[in-house]
C-alpha cells in the first residue's frame, strides 16, 4: 500500500512537469509509444545538453532535465521531441516486455499481463501475435491512460511538432543528435562529441551484447528494425492491417498494405525451401 501511494505520488510530479513546468525551467520532453527507442534518445540527449534524466523508476527532481514518458499530445508540452517507431516492430518488442520478466518488468507485472492473455506456450510469438495485437488494439486501450500505437501517430503527427524516428537513430543518430540540441538550446554540438556520446549509448555498451544479438529476458533486447519479420505471421500482418495500416503509410514505413501481400510469398517461400 505504501509502495503503491509513493508510486501514484511520484507519477502526479511528473505530470505536473510536463504539463505546466515544460517551458518554464526548462524540462525537455521525449514523449514515445512503450517501447520505441525514448529511453534511448533520452538517455543520449542527457549528456548531449549535460542534464540529468531521471527514469520513470526513479523520483525526478523538479530542475531543468529530460523527461521521457508515453503521453498523447498537449498544447501544454514545451520543447518536445517525439519518438516514433515501426509499430510492428513494437508489437514484438512489447511481446517479450510484457510476457516475460526482465530488468524494468518484474514478476507481478508478468503476472499481470498473463492474466490478461493466456497462451498455451509464451514461447510460441508466432502463433500468439495475432491475438497479441488485438489485446494492445482494442482491450488494452480500454484501461485508464492507456492508448494504441495507431491514436499516438495520429495525435501527435498532426501538429506542427519535432519527430525523430527509432530506425534513423539507428543509422544516423549523430546528426540528430547535434540537430536536436541546436534546436532546443541554439548551442553547437560538435559531430566529434556526438559520435561519442553514440558510442558511449550504444547496444554493445549498453547489453554487452552485439547489434542483432538478441536476449528474449533483456530490457535491451536485440537492438535492430524490422525484426517483425521473423516473427509475424500472415494473421499478425492482417491483424496490425486492421488497426494501424494507415498509420503505417502516414509516417512512411509503407507506400500501401501491399506489404501484407508481400510478407505472405515471403512465407510461403521459405516454407518451400525449408521443405
Partial sequence: MIARTIHRARGLKR???????SGALPIYLVPEYPKSGGTWFSQMLSDCLEL??????????????????HHLYSPRFKNVTVVIRD?????????????????????????HYRKHLVFDDYDDIRGNMPRFIEQLFDTHVKETFHFSWS???????????AVVKYEDL???????LVDTTHRLTGKELG????????????????????????????????????????????????????????QLISVGYEKDDSWVQRHAEELNNAAQVAG
Avoid at 514484438?92 to 503476472?111: H, P, R, T, W
Avoid at 491514436?151 to 511538432?161: K, P, R
Avoid at 539507428?170 to 540528430?176: F, K, R, V
Avoid at 562529441?193 to 549498453?206: C, D, G, P, Q
Wanted: charge should be positive; proline fraction near 3%.
Fill in 191 to 246: 559531430i566529434d562529441r556526438a559520435n561519442e556520446i553514440v558510442e558511449n549509448y550504444s547496444f554493445k555498451k549498453l547489453s554487452g551484447r552485439k547489434q542483432g544479438q538478441e536476449n528474449k529476458k533483456s530490457f535491451v533486447r536485440k537492438g535492430i528494425a524490422g525484426d517483425w519479420k521473423n516473427h509475424f505471421s500472415v494473421e499478425a500482418c492482417e491483424a496490425f492491417n486492421h488497426y494501424a495500416g494507415q
Fill in 170 to 176: 539507428l543509422t544516423n543518430a549523430a546528426q540528430i
Fill in 151 to 161: 491514436q499516438f501517430i495520429d495525435d501527435w503527427l498532426c501538429h506542427d511538432v
Fill in 15 to 21: 505530470l505536473v512537469m510536463w504539463h505546466g513546468l
Fill in 87 to 111: 509499430g510492428r516492430d513494437i508489437m514484438v518488442s512489447a511481446y517479450y516486455y510484457m510476457l516475460n520478466k526482465n530488468e524494468i518488468n518484474k514478476q507481478f507485472g508478468v503476472d
Fill in 52 to 69: 540529468p534524466f531521471p527514469r520513470n523508476s526513479t523520483p525526478a527532481k523538479i530542475q531543468p532535465c529530460i523527461l521521457s514518458g
